[in-house]
């Protein structure tokens, strides 16, 4: 089943530890992690407006090692919107991301000028550390046309508004983050409560929900979670549904999970995190 058609899909993009899962965790719950742990690939809900309509933000926070290319033009195939972040204390984290914005233009071919675009220097508060400059991070964006912005997830720095940065440049929709926790739109005026369609929310949820993590794609299949009782924030839904992939790119995800099957790994064993699910190739 394809996604809801009021679903945005927002796509993160950057190398292992600049910082992608901090600056999501603390968008969606206001979460900080002080350890490192490594992702494969997670995907948060965000309940927010949009044109006056309830919609939901999905932030799939990928992997940061670049181990499966065809995951990658898959995300970038589906995505509306797209994160590219690097560590301001690494400038190869910055000229890693090059190679990513261009595939995100081949793709994106036909929509150039509509495809919003963000590139985001993290973990500004270490400044003793700092190897890219803000003139370095403003240049580069200029050169490639898209929003540049500096944020602090340690500091909870500009981190709203880089997601709201993102998304003023989507010239097609107006974007509201003035959704209470049952995911009612409220009245700028009144702060009431304006009451949604119960078919976009199956019952009261979260504003902000894990649905997704971890989990690597079958040959057939990516599976996203959807709820359908209340969940807390950065917890995993019960219920699943199925997004079916093109037969192209089926292929090219089997070729990158049969190059090595350790890949479906994660060295992470935190107990609040879901443990990754084996893949089984057809």
């Known amino acids: ?19 992608k899962t901090n600056c999501v965790l603390r968008f969606v719950n206001g979460q900080f992690r002080e350890n490192y742990i490594p992702t494969v690939e997670d995907t948060y809900r965000q309940v927010v407006s949009c044109n006056k ?14 181990q499966f290319p065809a995951m990658q033009r898959l995300s970038i195939q589906k995505g509306h919107a797209f994160i590219l972040v690097y560590s301001v204390t690494s400038k190869q984290t910055l000229e890693d991301l090059k190679p990513i914005y261009t595939q995100i ?14 590139l985001m220097g993290c973990k500004s508060d270490e400044t003793a550390c700092r ?32 997601f709201q940065e993102l998304l003023k440049l989507d010239k097609k929709r107006q974007f509201n983050f003035n959704v209470d926790q049952d995911g009612h739109l409220i009245d700028d005026n009144s702060n009431t409560p304006i009451p949604s369609s119960p078919s976009l929310h199956g019952g009261k949820r979260s504003a902000s ?20 009782t209340p ?8 219920r699943t549904s199925v997004m079916s992939t093109s037969s192209t790119s089926t292929n090219n ?16 064993t935190s107990p609040n995190r879901t443990t990754t699910k084996k893949c089984l190739i057809m």
């Open 53 to 66: 309509q309830i919609t939901t933000l999905q932030i799939t926070d990928t992997t940061g090692a670049h």
């Open 131 to 162: 190897e890219v400059t803000e003139n370095l991070g403003k240049q580069l964006a200029s050169h490639w046309s898209c929003a540049w912005i500096e944020t602090s997830a340690k500091n909870n720095a500009n981190i709203r508004e880089a």
């Open 253 to 268: 995800i089997k070729k990158d999970l049969a190059v090595d099957p350790k890949r479906m790994a994660t060295s992470d």
């Open 105 to 118: 233009r081949e793709i994106k071919a036909d929509q150039q000028n509509e495809t919003p675009i963000l």
């Open 209 to 228: 929900t894990l649905i997704n993590s971890g989990s690597s794609p079958n040959v057939t299949d990516i599976v996203l979670t959807r709820p359908t």
């Open 1 to 19: 089943m394809p996604d809801q058609s009021t679903d945005y899909r927002i796509v993160v993009f950057g190398s292992a530890g600049v910082g």
């Open 231 to 238: 969940v807390s924030p950065g917890t995993k839904s019960s």
